[in-house]
């Protein structure tokens, strides 16, 4: 790790070497980027290509694990035009790292939370998790949509900062910066990342346990070979059978019991019964009264291809 004591060091000697003498350049800000994301440094130096024919120069020089991207002019030009000369690549410096960290460290910093926050996991569990939450937050909607919501809530408050710092300082070590200046920054990304997360793990639970209910079913005999669904007045449940006559037996009784001994409802009842009866085709009447679309998700992913939903309603026969 790059330790403090070595950084000041390093700002000590790049600060001594701001006007070079004989040089002929004046060296206004110095970027610096650990070692282990040059890649990040060569896509903010093509981002700042545009500089150069505004008469900046840009230098790369390694200090120990750091390289830094030194910007710097001919120092032949009037003392007058140094400080608007200063302004206007301090605020191209902080438009274009505020772009870069809300945009292209996502992926990076992403990547690095699922590493220290879910360390427990095993190595194979957890790159598991790192490619779906990248999936989710790169191609699901939702998610995508609370790290578009972020980044423009962050975006300029960062900008700002970098202002801030490079109003009193000629060097900014991008890593540093992140790690001691945005700490609120970070921590909404994790939480973020944790709620992504949390929500992928119960959805991996579900598709098990809808797993574990579809094999229940394949491995049954057929009680009945069709079943219609009806939905009355109180919102609970009514099973007929191919002849439209109520299914009423004793173990669809003992389930009905088992309301007013626990916690289960009538959703919960009717996934039980049908899985106990296990039909072979099974049709919804009035699925439009049914409100529990995830009831109707679930019904379909258990029974996938047996079911038939239709808007119309039955009278079941005496």
């Not at 004046?26 to 890649?39: A, D, H, T, V």
């Not at 779906?132 to 949509?145: I, R």
């Not at 598709?207 to 007045?233: A, T």
């Amino acid at each position: 790790m790059f330790t403090e004591n070595r950084r000041e060091a390093v700002y000590k000697r790049i600060r001594s070497r701001d006007l070079n003498e004989g040089s002929g350049v004046m060296r206004f800000f110095s970027i610096g980027f650990e070692g282990r994301n040059l890649g990040l440094m060569d896509s903010v130096i093509e981002k700042m290509e545009d500089i150069r024919f505004q008469g900046f120069k840009i230098e790369e020089r390694k200090a120990g694990d750091l390289l830094f991207i030194n910007y710097m002019v001919n120092d032949s030009d009037s003392c007058e035009s140094w400080s608007e000369l200063r302004d206007a690549l301090k605020y191209r410096i902080a438009d274009i790292l505020s772009d870069f960290i809300v945009n292209d460290l996502q992926h990076m910093m992403i990547e690095r939370i699922i590493e220290d926050e879910y360390f427990y996991f095993e190595n194979e569990d957890r790159e598991q998790i790192r490619q779906e939450v990248l999936n989710a937050v790169f191609e699901g909607k939702e998610s995508e949509n609370r790290f578009n919501q972020l980044r423009e809530k962050w975006h300029d408050p960062i900008r700002l900062r970098i202002l801030e710092h490079l109003d009193t300082h000629n060097e900014l070590i991008v890593e540093g910066f992140i790690r001691f200046r945005l700490k609120d920054f970070m921590k909404e990304l994790i939480e973020t990342v944790d709620k992504i997360v949390e929500e992928l793990l119960v959805e991996r639970e579900y598709n098990e346990f809808i797993k574990l209910l579809r094999y229940f079913v394949e491995i049954q005999e057929p009680k009945v070979r069709e079943v219609h669904v009806l939905v009355d007045d109180d919102r609970r449940y009514i099973l007929l059978d191919d002849s439209m006559r109520v299914i009423n037996n004793d173990i669809l009784k003992e389930l009905a019991r088992e309301i007013s001994d626990t916690e289960m409802s009538y959703d919960d009842l009717l996934i039980s019964s049908l899985i106990t009866i296990a039909p072979s085709k099974i049709t919804i009447h009035g699925c439009d009264k049914i409100k529990n679309t995830e009831l109707l998700n679930t019904i379909n992913k258990v029974f996938r291809g047996k079911v038939v939903m239709s808007h119309e309603g039955l009278y079941p026969q005496n």
